[in-house]
């Protein structure tokens, strides 16, 4: 466990994101989410959960489309998101008096490939198939950004000449890649709360129809697909490049 460069070290060796709040206001109490879904740069990040959150609460939502949120490492910003209503919104952390990240778990580097090359331990992955234990996939494009996704399914093959790999279906506002616009709208929050009765954290408006970007992988062989969104609205695999990637599987 730790904070900050330590933080980064365990998620790229594999290790669980998970975050801690604790309130400011009323009745004391501190809640915790894995977060497995993580957009990471350099040293910042962002962590999701997946769409479980019931919106009862968010009048505008429907009731029977889920929420997500999202926390991240170098802004006082948490987001609400709705991939149904293609909806996103973004509050100040004024509500929590602690936010902190930590990691847990122990994995085992599976699979480890860069571009023609793929080094594969079978028995790391059987292990992890014959007893339905977590496995994730971290991989890195050509400018360094990397996401780290859990795997919904593999297929382990008798053969030993390849495996099959797809993980979970997430998406997320495209915005969040937008680094920066975060440390821009930390500041204009933080200003708001000034005019906001003693409590109430300053939030942007419900934007539905946003632009979101799908977060779903297929890696066959050493070839890895991207689930898109073509011209027509369709899901669709598109071949992509990329610099490396690894699949941990959970010990």
């Known amino acids: 466990m730790g904070n900050g460069v330590s933080i980064v070290e365990d998620i790229l060796n594999g290790k669980d994101l998970l975050v ?14 894995n977060l497995d879904t993580i957009i990471l740069k350099g040293d910042v990040f962002w962590g999701k959960f997946s ?54 778990g122990n994995y085992r580097l599976a699979v480890n490939g860069a571009n023609e090359e793929k080094n594969i331990n079978y028995e790391v992955l059987n292990e992890a198939v014959e007893n339905a234990l977590n496995i994730k996939l971290i ?20 053969d030993k000449k390849d495996i099959g790999i797809d993980t979970n279906f997430e998406c997320v506002p495209t915005l969040l890649y937008n680094f920066d616009y975060f440390i821009k709208l ?12 003693v409590g109430v954290s300053p939030g942007t408006d419900y934007m539905f129809n946003s632009q979101f970007s799908i977060l779903s992988y297929v890696v066959i062989g050493n070839d890895i697909f ?8 369709i899901i669709e695999d598109a071949l992509i490049s990329y610099k490396w990637f690894k699949i941990y599987c959970e010990v």
Do not use: W
């Open 20 to 33: 801690v709040l604790e309130n400011r206001y009323g009745r004391h109490y501190k809640e915790s989410y």
């Open 186 to 197: 930390e500041d204009r929050l933080k200003e708001a709360v000034k005019d906001q009765p």
């Open 139 to 158: 991989i890195c494009d050509n400018n360094e950004l990397i996401h780290v996704l859990p795997v919904h399914t593999i297929e382990l093959y008798e």
């Open 51 to 104: 769409n479980v959150h019931s919106p009862i609460g968010h009048k505008l939502i429907k009731i029977s489309t889920p929420l997500s949120y999202a926390y991240n490492n170098f802004s006082d910003v948490v987001c609400t998101m709705n991939y149904a209503e293609k909806m996103q919104r973004y509050v100040g952390v004024m509500m929590y008096s602690r936010i902190q990240f930590k990691t847990k």
């Open 226 to 233: 991207k689930r898109v969104l073509n011209s027509e609205g």
